[in-house]
């Protein structure tokens, strides 16, 4: 197989279509599941929403420092051989809630699966942006889409599983079966992972090493937009969940409204590809930010059943694709050999983010004011983030 422009795109779709599988677990299954599962922990381990929040700023903690040496591993024992170690890793880890209701344990398995998530994510992410080399800027944009829309089917996936799965066990041992039924779904992911990546022969560039360093400073207002995303879309998503429940929504309307934000983060990865592609990098984020700071929105405004969808729908359909044109505008400027340290790099910052914004958001609603304040809070955030990306110059290598 030899990856030329355009010549062997349906090749690469399919090995990107594997590949995305890390991300369906790392985010999809890893992180974003548990906003399912919290309401029921939370209520049968009498959990603050200071200590539900800590729960995911463990995992966005272990996050941070997966990206952090994510770069230096893939550089020591290859970027194929650490997005595979780590899938199996993250998999076996997501069995361990389902056998623990110690809080500190609980809090060293989300780091830990943290860790080997964003290892997954920024390898996979990797090996990507050298396929997305080989051809035109759409098609590249649509291979990022591709892959980053891995977490949409880990989303829709725990979506339509794990509400039932609550319902039909009991009140102490739903959660834990959830976990064990996220595992399950690890575990056909990763052999798909796996196929797509031996499949994968001549990304050779990436196999060995890659480089350690990158040009961030050209990119120093990329990554504090980047950051500040991070910030306010992980507290949306750990909270949106409770935040419906609260307000009376039934478990066929929870699922409802987590499954549709899923689909629509797979569809909106295709939807933005072409203006991704199209606009300059701070324009497209921009617009990006602007569409997902009114989906987070809408449900503060009315707890119309309209208003939530469209919020599932808004939110669902820009978050992934805000990953996508970060990771396109670093694409755009950079050699294929700086794309892992670069995407590591940017996912440091994402990841600081991520520290704060679930506990930030989970304390600000323990007042009498609860999840709207919280949440209300990561709006603002959203549309800081917006902003910054405007300042981001224009640069190339």
Do not use: E
Request: charged share 5%.
């Amino acid at each position: 197989m030899t990856l030329v422009k355009n010549k062997n795109f349906p090749s690469n779709l399919t090995i990107t279509a594997g590949l995305a599988m890390g991300p369906a677990v790392a985010l999809g299954l890893a992180r974003f599941a548990y906003a399912l599962l919290l309401p029921s922990m939370r209520s049968n381990l009498d959990w603050s929403f200071t200590t539900a929040g800590a729960m995911n700023t463990a995992n966005a903690i272990g996050y941070l420092i997966g990206a952090i040496f994510s770069a230096s591993i893939a550089n020591r024992f290859g970027t194929r051989r650490a997005f595979m170690v780590s899938f199996a890793i993250t998999v076996l880890l997501l069995l361990g809630p389902a056998y623990t209701t110690n809080v500190i344990l609980l809090i060293v398995l989300r780091t830990l699966v943290g860790i080997f998530g964003a290892i997954i994510f920024i390898t996979g992410a990797g090996l990507v942006s050298v396929l997305a080399t080989k051809g035109s800027s759409k098609w590249g944009a649509i291979l990022l889409g591709i892959y980053f829309s891995g977490a949409g089917i880990g989303i829709v996936a725990s979506g339509l599983g794990i509400p039932y799965l609550l319902s039909v066990t009991s009140t102490t041992n739903g959660w834990r079966w959830g976990w064990i039924f996220l595992a399950a779904l690890g575990a056909i992911a990763f052999t798909m992972a796996t196929l797509a990546s031996l499949a994968d022969k001549n990304n050779s560039s990436l196999d060995t090493k890659s480089a350690k360093n990158w040009p961030a400073r050209n990119f120093i207002t990329l990554i504090a937009s980047y950051g500040t995303f991070g910030i306010g879309y992980i507290a949306y998503m750990t909270f949106i969940i409770a935040f419906l429940k609260s307000h009376g929504f039934s478990p066929n309307l929870i699922s409802s409204f987590w499954i549709l934000l899923g689909i629509a983060s797979m569809i909106g990865t295709f939807a933005w590809a072409f203006p991704i592609a199209k606009l300059h990098g701070r324009y497209s984020l921009f617009l990006v930010l602007v569409i997902l700071s009114i989906g987070a929105l809408l449900p503060l405004i009315s707890q119309s059943i309209l208003f939530v969808f469209g919020s599932a729908l808004l939110f669902g359909g820009s978050f992934l694709s805000v990953i996508t044109a970060v990771t396109a505008v670093t694409r755009k400027a950079l050699q294929p050999h700086h794309m892992t340290p670069a995407i590591g790099g940017l996912t440091v910052a994402f990841s600081l983010g991520q520290c704060l914004g679930p506990v930030l958001a989970g304390a600000v609603s323990n007042g009498s004011s609860g999840l709207q304040v919280g949440l209300t809070l990561s709006v603002g955030i959203l549309f800081s983030a917006a902003f910054i990306a405007l300042f981001q110059p224009r640069y190339t290598n």
